[in-house]
């Protein structure tokens, strides 16, 4: 199945990147193994994980396994790791990648990428990774992200990390790299989907020669807790204007969700532990909107962001995003 999925090409490097890959975020550990191995013999080429995550250990384990019992060659997966905000400063990126490649248990990584614009306090990685120190604070730390670029493009100098990219970046904080970046981000990973839908930022990305992904491609589903602001939005899988799109092409409100963002050339990573909805998704590649039903969803643009920082939903007030 793997070999008719679509693929980008990164600046740069030319590597090809999936269109559709598959997400480990709020995966257990204990699942984790299992879930990315059905996942790889399913189709999937693009596995996007994180040291936030929690499973880069079983990320690893299922990779190495499918490889080994020759499901699928190294050269055919796209591996993608991040860079946690507390290790931002320059004498903490190194070791803290070697942390995230012993973990995969990989020769190299394909992308590798600053997960936020911003650092905050060193916590050991062996006790906690999150956006609090060990007291419980959100504590900025102030490391320039001059600095952990530089450290970003060692890693590729070095044969570790095949290309490098952010997320969760604005056009200013992207600006602002590119004064300075030696080797460019080949990849910007953001929150996307109908209510959030960014078309300025996606179509500037795109001529300044990064690919998008997009995560929580179904919405506030991606989430355990949401903004107080946004809690009367409709959940999008079960939104008229997409069910309707759904019942109108016979397939199922995920498969719109997704499509919406194929049809465009924007990566999406969706996550699912069931097996046949896993192949399901990767169905995705065979889905045509029409102009009508792209003109529908443009309709639900709410500028509704889930992933921001609130009391309420991450403990701490920070406008990163406004």
Request: net charge negative; charged share 25%.
């Amino acid at each position: 199945m793997a070999q008719h999925q679509k693929h980008l090409l990164l600046n740069r490097t030319c590597n090809k990147i999936p269109l559709i890959g598959f997400g480990t975020a709020r995966i257990s550990p204990e699942d984790t193994e299992q879930v990315i191995y059905n996942a790889i013999k399913a189709g999937y080429r693009l596995i996007d994980c994180a040291l936030m995550y929690g499973n880069e250990p079983q990320v690893g384990r299922a990779v190495r396994k499918a490889i080994n019992e020759g499901i699928v060659k190294r050269e055919d997966l796209f591996v993608i790791g991040k860079l946690w905000n507390s290790y931002h400063s320059k004498e903490h990126v190194r070791p803290i990648f070697e942390i995230t490649h012993k973990n995969y248990g990989l020769d190299y990584i394909d992308l590798y990428l600053v997960h936020f614009p911003f650092s905050t306090a060193y916590v050991d990685p062996k006790v906690k990774v999150g956006f609090k120190t060990l007291e419980d604070e959100f504590k900025q730390e102030k490391s320039p992200m001059q600095d952990c670029w530089r450290e970003m493009e060692r890693l590729v100098d070095d044969g570790l990390v095949r290309n490098i990219g952010i997320s969760n970046f604005n056009v200013q904080a992207i600006v602002d790299l590119l004064t300075y970046a030696r080797i460019r981000p080949a990849v910007l990973e953001i929150e996307h989907h109908p209510y959030l839908q960014q078309k300025r930022l996606i179509d500037w990305a795109k001529k300044e020669e990064m690919q998008v992904i997009a995560y929580a491609s179904f919405g506030s589903t991606a989430f355990s807790g949401l903004p107080k602001h946004l809690e009367h939005l409709p959940n999008l899988m079960e939104h008229p204007v997409i069910n309707k799109i759904a019942e109108k092409h016979s397939l199922n409100s995920g498969q719109v969700l997704l499509a919406w963002a194929v049809q465009r050339e924007i990566i999406v990573i969706p996550k699912t532990v069931n097996e046949e909805r896993m192949k399901i998704n990767l169905e995705t590649f065979n889905v045509k909107l029409d102009e009508q039903d792209l003109k529908d969803i443009a309709g639900l643009e709410a500028h509704a962001r889930f992933n921001d920082f609130f009391e309420e939903n991450y403990g701490f007030d920070f406008p990163i995003f406004d």
